[in-house]
């Protein structure tokens, strides 16, 4: 299936500094792909090219296989096709609810009636038809904005942190209100997030970036679960980091032993896995549960701090072997006293492999 966007190689320098780098992504028709990213990377700046409304330095841009945008060729903005919505959404206040929906429609005005109606039904707000933005509440004004920008069905929504205005307390129901009503729809979506939870919510697809690159793009399960680096890990949980070197394809750990494919021997790596993957077991006389090729070596760690957190508990050990810090989380509550030994396995199926890649900020602070 031809991609309803594809984004090829762009590049993007202010004043001599790249803040997009050979970015290349792709959006299939009916799907929501998540642009993904700490604040900074150069999200909005993709999407504001995308947009038209600035240009790259070197790249393509193609919808529907046409190009909208390479070194000679550029299409103006609003003959692109793409709906646009941003965290200040700001309705036309001196207009309508209907006036404000029907602001970007051509056609008759039946035409017009017709679909204002539809689009105010999906978002359940045909009641404040005659309404003005005042006279609603914030999510009521989101669920407009939306409308607006999907009445002239855009071939593409470009939706920049949409959702970051709103309160806390709404905004799981409107982002899954907002989902359905782009699904059925049928609009293909480019969504800018900083929050790994939003798009893992809303994504059929997310790009990863970081300082201006795609480091990732997969299924929300494939890029939580198949991590590229230790970096893109950790930007979905917290991690535990476990060290390692490498002599044979193996790495020998107070956990036993974990494959290092593709590591020449004396590699350094880095064994990560996430708190809700560590394995927990009782202290009997100082005894742990008996190795497995599940679980690997179980090692013993000191409870430093147990916190029940909301759906999990949060228990933080200091472990035997070498004194280092293990966190994990277990479903419902769990809460060891400080002090109480207890087992930990690491599970094969669940930790990555990564080399030490050296750490710049590291290196150069002065303590
Ligand atoms: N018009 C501009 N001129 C100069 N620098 C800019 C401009 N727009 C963005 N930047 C810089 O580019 C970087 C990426 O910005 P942006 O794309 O807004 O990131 P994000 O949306 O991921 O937070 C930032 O360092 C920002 O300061
Ligand atoms: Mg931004």
Redesign the pocket.
Known sequence: MEPRLEVRNITRA??G?A??RDVSLKVMPGQVTCLL??????????LRIIAGV?RPDTGEIRMDGTVIVNQGVFVPPEQRGTGLMFQDFALFPHLSVFDNVAFGLTGTRTEKRLRVRELLEKVGLVRYMDNFPHELSGGEQQRVALARALAPRPRIMLM?EPFSGLDNRLRDGIRDETLSILKDEGTAVLL?T?EPEEAMRMADDIAL?RK?EIVQQGAPYNVYNAPVDREAAAFFSDINVIRGSVQGLLTETAFGKFMAPGQADGANVEIVIRPQHLKIDFDRGGQGPAPSPEHGVWARGIVERARFIGKESLVEFRMEFDGSSLKATVPSVFLPKPGTPLWIAIRRDRCFVFPVTPKKDWRRRED
Do not use: A, F
């Open positions: 202010y004043g500094r803040v997009v990213g700490p604040s900074g990377c150069g999200k909005s700046t993709t600035d920049d800018v900083h970036m201006g």
